[in-house]
Structure formats: C-alpha cells, structure tokens
Nanobody, 121 residues
Framework: VQLQASGGGLVQPGGSLRLSCTNS????????MGWFRQAPGKEREFVAA????????YYGDPAKGRFIISRDKDKNTGSLKMNSLRPEDTAVYYC???????????????WGQGTQVTVSS
C-alpha cells in the first residue's frame, strides 16, 4: 500500500476543497481509509474514516456537518470534500490506511505524505 495525498492549497474562509488519496500499491480490499490533520503546535486530530468495502463513514467533531468522505473502489482513491472551511481548519492533512476504521492514529499502518490546507483571507 502506497498512499499519495493531494488537493491541498489556499482557500478563503467559507470555501471548499477536495482532498484525494490514491493508493498506488496493493489494492484495498477490507481496509479502511482515514484522514487526520495536524496544525502547528497541536496534536494530530482525527477527521474522518471510511470502511473501504461497505462504505460506512465516521467523522470526527471538526468534520461533522461540513466534510464528506468517500471512496472510488475502481480508482483505488479516497476523497475528503471539505466545505464551509474555517481558519481553524488550517493544517497538514494526512490520509492513512488501517485494517478497520478507527479514530485512533496508532491503528493506522500506512500513511501518505500529507497535504497542506490553509484557510485564510
């Protein structure tokens, strides 16, 4: 499993971004994909996760009602659509893969390199 995150950038408050995470290695079967973020000086924080097979979704508090996680099994790619972005959403966003969906970063075995999201006017 080799994860590559992309789609970050600079966006104004209230705007939207879509992050993508492509797995260029072994095809996902029963794994889960998760998104975490880490802002400067803060601990890594759970954002969202999706069970690859059934598509069950899980959201952390920062994402509820604003972010949508999804996956395209044919393309072996997961996405995180972020809406109504706020300055406090500024962070490096990481995608990761785990045997089961979890909100704990230590359950994730494979990690992408991270993509910077900056929300600022």
């Amino acid at each position: 499993v080799q994860l590559q995150a992309s789609g970050g950038g600079l966006v104004q408050p209230g705007g939207s971004l879509r992050l993508s995470c492509t797995n260029s290695g072994r095809t996902f079967t029963s794994y889960a994909m998760g998104w975490f973020r880490q802002a400067p000086g803060k601990e890594r924080e759970f954002v969202a996760a999706i069970a690859w097979g059934l598509g069950n979704t899980y959201y952390g508090d920062p994402a509820k009602g604003r972010f949508i996680i999804s996956r395209d099994k044919d393309k072996n790619t997961g996405s995180l659509k972020m809406n109504s972005l706020r300055p406090e959403d500024t962070a490096v966003y990481y995608c990761a893969a785990a045997p089961l969906a979890s909100n704990r970063d230590y359950d994730y075995i494979y990690w992408g390199q991270g993509t910077q999201v900056t929300v600022s006017s």
